[in-house]
């Protein structure tokens, strides 16, 4: 089944009505001038009371990769992700394998990227393969692919083109677990998952009543849309 993922929980209702329509994992966004920002304090309330097998996800910039264990460790969090807009398309041996994070093994660890940065040239670009093959170096567990700009790092409700982007999921998809981001609503997620087969989906503005503020029956038919799609897979 597709990994789901409900991103930007601010309160403890949302996380709950998340979570009882059967997400697999929720994010929690310690980025400063995000709307759907939450403190490790504040955090660490919610993830006392959720169910163990629900996976707790910091989301964080590269530049506080360095703290990122830490607050997730106080947040109680079981996974970091680590978004890496605002640097240079990651070569073989660049910052792909070497996020801060990776010498601390102890929670899971997501790499979030713009999708453009394998779409710039049209067809798959030839690093993509050194990128992902498993080496002892590699600091990360999953790949994310987002829409996301320099100016708005995640959250930006926005799509990128999934034919083109079909490619780069399917010789990604050979060797990590790829996780589709960006612009995912109840009512286009179906179609994603049929182009791109994604082995994960992450949506945050796309089942919100307002910037950082659930709507429960949008989480709810986001995820319904994703286990049909499932089925009819």
């Known amino acids: 089944m597709t990994w789901i993922k409900i991103c930007g929980i601010t ?7 998340a979570v009882e329509a059967g997400a697999d994992a929720l994010g929690f966004v310690f980025y400063e001038k995000s709307p759907r920002n939450v403190t490790p304090e504040a955090v660490r309330e919610m993830v006392s009371k959720l169910p163990q097998k629900v996976e707790k996800v910091g989301v964080f910039l590269y530049r506080d990769s360095e703290e990122a264990p830490r607050i997730a460790d106080a947040a109680g969090l079981t996974g970091l992700q680590i978004h890496l807009h605002q640097h240079l ?3 073989p041996a660049g910052n792909g394998g ?5 010498a601390r093994r102890r929670k899971k660890v997501y790499l979030a990227m713009p999708a453009s940065w394998f779409l710039a040239n049209g067809p798959v670009k030839a690093n993509i393969a050194s990128f992902v093959e498993k080496r002892p170096e590699r600091g990360f567990d999953t790949i994310l692919l987002d829409s996301e700009t320099p100016e708005r790092p995640g959250g930006t409700g ?7 982007a079909a490619p780069v999921f ?10 589709l981001a960006g612009g995912l609503t109840p009512g286009n997620v179906a179609e994603a998952i049929r182009i791109l087969k994604p082995w994960g989906v992450d949506v945050s503005s796309g089942v919100e009543a307002r910037p950082g503020k659930k709507d429960p029956e949008k989480v709810r038919a986001f995820i319904a849309a994703v286990r049909q799609a499932d089925k009819s897979a």
């Open 89 to 91: 398309p990651p070569q």
């Open 11 to 17: 309160n403890l209702e949302d996380a709950l009505a």
């Open 158 to 164: 926005t799509t990128f083109d999934w034919e083109r």
């Open 98 to 102: 070497q996020v801060a994070v990776s």
């Open 170 to 179: 399917e010789k990604m998809g050979a060797s990590i677990n790829v996780v």
